[in-house]
């Protein structure tokens, strides 16, 4: 069993220990093994029965718990492994791995004060751990300590330069502070540190949509290279498939971490129930262990539902493959808890990317990308990797929210100035969107601004922006900062402002949508690239055109001239929640039947692909 594991023979070694489990089903160390080559094979899903069989037959060995804490940490059962890591320090109290993942634990667990006295200790372990260093680190960005949490990943890069999750949470807390331009430049560092690393990578491609400094052909020219190092990773493309050739019903999966509350969960769940179930028949891939209420609600409309977390890419693909998939539909793109790499293996005869993302992925394996004509045009379409696959008035459907607040009277009727609102996360709020803001506030002196995000909870990033605002000549005076709240609160603050300045090069689509709903109307900017042009999609669906500028100047000017207009604003916030419901932003059976002919006719114009018997 050693020599197996010495010379990287896991199949081996899993066989093996499988041999004389069948003589000695009672040995905790055959299961510890058996356990450890499934894991290096990388089925981390798969090894958890041989972990807590390990666990249980070896009470007093505390790397069997240790273990085991690590396979339910994956698999998102914090409290299980709060409990293994505890079970390991009772047994070795000096255990530094122990410490430190317990550490992260309870960080998930959001109970702060305890992760971060573990994380202490296990620094006063071994204090020149990377690993303890950037669990600290992270415990510090929860608590919005961007600074504290900056030194921590710059140690941890410090003693272990190659350390990649590290120059990642790095470029977090440098664009929390503001400091874009710094956090782009550090995942380049890390890209060169760590060329084959697709995470890295995926930040990187997302962070560029934040800075006005990249041209599209320079974002397409960096897809590209990440599109070739998956590629180059990948062995055992597929080239048949084990689906029905000519199917009556398609077997669609969709990949992504954000089945719940998040704003790809409020768009999926408007468009699910209206989907011909004869037709199309839906499978979960999830990438994230979440259940919330949302969760729950699109749940049933899958017919299965599977999590990816515990299999490695090959391993993902393998059972999306063998699962007899006709399209696979990623919704994540470069963001968070995305499995791009799946998609190079080909495992669906026709892959899609929508949604959760809206640029190119890079990824040539992925046959299109949905869009619609004014997020998208006909002269942008050398933007992408992918074919645009155009979609009829919008690529978006917003579902309405629950139990959200009556739309109120235009407040400046009441107050006597206009309100200006934004709610989008600092780091979309530029040096060029403040440029503007101090035009507009200067131009419009009665008027105030109102700016609310998770961020401005932190006494650290409200010092951030006021410093920011002031060097852009704003009157911080006329501006209020605010936190964010629960959803059914925030869509009461909406109340409290007259229209929306969004943020460019990076518009918000939910949030759009949310102010609309609310009978807020949104300026912004029709860029030169998909990222740049969601907004002006939803406006344009709606039939507000005149509510998207041209340039900067053209916003300053519209702002200034809408905001003169207090009659026309009050005219325009009674109706617009009506106007939005009647629109193609929110005719779900509409959209779902688009949709579906879409799937379908993509099918149909599949190159021609090998099937394997069933």
């Known amino acids: 069993m050693v020599a197996f594991f010495g010379q990287g023979r896991y199949g081996e070694m899993e066989r093996a220990a499988q041999g004389l489990m069948q003589r000695f089903p009672q040995n905790g160390a055959l299961w510890k093994a058996l356990a450890t080559a499934i894991v290096m094979q990388g089925r981390i899903k798969d090894a958890l029965p041989a972990m807590e069989k390990a666990a249980a037959h070896l009470p007093n060995d505390a790397e069997a718990h240790s273990n085991l804490g690590n396979v339910y940490q994956d698999h998102a059962r914090f409290q299980e492994s709060e409990a293994c890591y505890r079970r390991a320090i009772g047994i070795r109290p000096g255990y530094f791995e122990a410490h430190s993942s317990l550490g992260a634990s309870l960080r998930e667990q959001g109970r702060l004060d305890e992760a971060e006295a573990s994380c202490r200790r296990a620094l006063e372990i071994r204090p020149d751990s990377a690993d ?354 629960d959803r059914q609160r925030y869509l009461g603050t909406l109340a409290e402002v007259d229209m929306i300045l969004d943020t460019f090069p990076y518009p918000g689509i939910t949030t759009t949508c949310e102010a609309l709903w609310m009978g807020v109307p949104v300026l912004n900017i029709a860029g030169q690239s998909l990222l740049e042009r969601g907004g002006a999609s939803v406006m344009t669906a709606i039939g507000l055109p005149e509510w998207v500028a041209d340039n900067q100047e053209d916003y300053v000017c519209k702002a200034l001239a809408f905001a003169d207009d207090i009659s026309a604003l009050a005219d325009l916030r009674q109706g617009l929640r009506a106007r939005t419901a009647a629109s193609p932003v929110m005719d779900a059976p509409r959209f779902a039947r688009n949709l579906e002919e879409a799937f379908w006719e993509m099918w149909e114009q599949k190159s021609i692909a090998q099937f394997e018997p069933i």
């Open 132 to 485: 303890a260093l950037g669990n600290l680190g992270n415990v510090f960005l929860s608590r919005g300590k961007w600074r504290e949490a900056e030194a921590c990943f710059r140690q941890c890069i410090r003693i272990a330069p190659r350390f990649s999750n590290a120059f990642g949470r790095l470029s977090f807390a440098l664009n929390r502070q503001g400091r874009l331009a710094e956090g782009v430049s550090c995942l380049r560092q890390a890209i060169e540190a760590n060329p084959n690393d697709a995470s890295v990578y995926s930040a990187f491609l997302f962070n560029l949509g934040y800075g006005t400094n990249y041209s599209p052909q320079h974002r397409l020219e960096a897809v590209r290279r990440y599109g070739q190092m998956v590629a180059a990773k990948t062995t055992g493309r597929y080239a048949s498939w084990r689906c029905l050739a000519a199917p009556s019903r398609l077997r669609i999966g969709l990949v992504s971490g954000d089945f719940g509350d998040h704003p790809v969960g409020y768009f999926l769940e408007g468009i699910l129930p209206h989907f011909d179930r004869l037709r199309v028949d839906f499978i979960a891939y999830s990438t994230l262990n979440r259940t919330d209420p949302l969760t729950e609600r699109i749940r049933p409309f899958f017919s299965e539902w599977k999590s990816l977390i515990g299999y490695d890419d090959a391993a993902a693909a393998r059972l999306i493959h063998d699962d007899g998939i006709h399209i696979l539909v990623d919704l994540s793109g470069h963001t968070a808890y995305n499995r791009l790499p799946i998609f190079a293996y080909k495992p669906a005869p026709v892959q899609i990317s929508w949604l959760g993302y809206i640029a190119s992925t890079g990824v040539e394996q992925i046959d299109y990308l949905l869009a619609d004509r004014i997020g998208a045009p006909e002269n942008q379409r050398d933007q992408f990797v992918e074919k645009i696959w155009y979609l009829p008035d919008t690529r978006v459907c917003f579902t309405p929210p629950e139990k959200a607040p009556d739309t109120s009277p235009l407040p400046a009727l009441t107050n006597g100035y206009v309100t200006f609102g934004c709610f989008q996360n600092l780091v979309k709020i530029g040096d060029d969107v403040l440029a503007a803001w101090a035009q507009i506030l200067a131009a419009s002196p009665a008027s105030r601004l109102r700016v609310q995000c998770h961020e401005l909870g932190y006494a650290h990033a409200r010092e951030l922006i006021t410093h920011r605002m002031l060097e852009k000549g704003i009157d911080c005076s006329r501006v209020s900062l605010h936190a964010a709240v």
